[in-house]
């Protein structure tokens, strides 16, 4: 079954620290693997796509990770600030069924001051 | 910047109400998307459009429909609303069908169906 787990759900960390969401995935054949932030509210907003070939990928202080062998994504947040305050939700495509997009539930980030 | 914009950002109906959700893009997007987001669950597509008068079932179509009229516009229809359907539903369009295509979403709509 295709499936994305991401953990930890949740974490809390101090302003201007860094820290490490990871994605694993079951999805097969594969496609790409995004990571989107979402704010309270609002809508995901794509951060960062990454395929097969690529296995790092950087937009700004987020650096995406990919190991498409052992079928696991992490996003580090360097230097973490208020506003990185959000969900951070990993999503991989699936290259059958019309590139259907599977995505993960995604891990709740606090920053706090 | 792509926007995406969605008719109501709260939305509180009864039981048995027909709902109409509406979606409109201003980049000229071939594809557009409603899905619902629940808490601890990823998000859910309900219902895909690749062109005017196109549709395609997503993994939860069951008791909505949609409708695309323009290219621009999207909307999604619950045909009569149970409580079940009480959810946060967003909306999304991309530019055409390749992979690696991103997906702009809008806002999205907190539905309260009580």
């Known amino acids: 079954k295709n499936q994305v787990e991401q953990s930890p759900q949740s974490l809390i960390i101090l302003e201007g620290k860094n820290c490490t969401l990871q994605?694993?995935?079951?999805?097969?054949?594969?496609?790409?693997l995004r990571w989107y932030k979402q704010d309270t509210g609002r809508g995901p907003v794509s951060l960062t796509i990454?395929?097969?070939s690529e296995n790092t990928k950087s937009n700004g202080r987020y650096t995406a990770t990919l190991d498409a062998d052992t079928k696991q994504s992490s996003l580090h947040i360097t230097a973490s600030q208020l506003s990185d305050s959000a969900s951070y939700i990993c999503?991989?495509?699936?290259?059958?069924?019309?590139?259907?997009?599977?995505w993960g539930a995604g891990t709740k980030l606090i920053i706090k001051p | 910047d792509v926007k995406v914009t969605q008719s109501s950002r709260y939305l509180v109906k009864r039981t048995g109400e027909k709902v109409f959700l509406e979606c409109v893009q201003d980049?000229?997007?071939?594809?557009m998307f409603w899905y619902r987001q629940d808490p601890g669950l990823g998000l859910r597509l309900i219902y895909f459009?690749?062109?005017?008068?196109?549709?395609e079932k997503g993994d939860i179509p069951e008791g909505y429909s949609v409708s695309r009229e323009k290219k621009e516009r999207f909307s999604l229809i619950l045909e009569s609303a149970s409580t079940n359907q009480t959810s946060m539903y967003l909306c999304?369009?991309?530019?055409?069908?390749?992979?690696?295509?991103?997906?702009?979403f809008g806002p999205g709509t907190r539905l309260t169906v009580l």
């Open positions: 994605c694993n995935y079951t999805v097969s054949p594969f496609s790409n």
């Open positions: 459009s690749y062109d005017v008068k196109m549709k």
């Open positions: 990454m395929t097969f």
């Open positions: 999503v991989v495509v699936n290259m059958d069924s019309n590139y259907q997009l599977i």
């Open positions: 999304a369009s991309s530019f055409r069908g390749t992979s690696t295509d991103t997906q702009y």
């Open positions: 980049m000229d997007h071939e594809n």
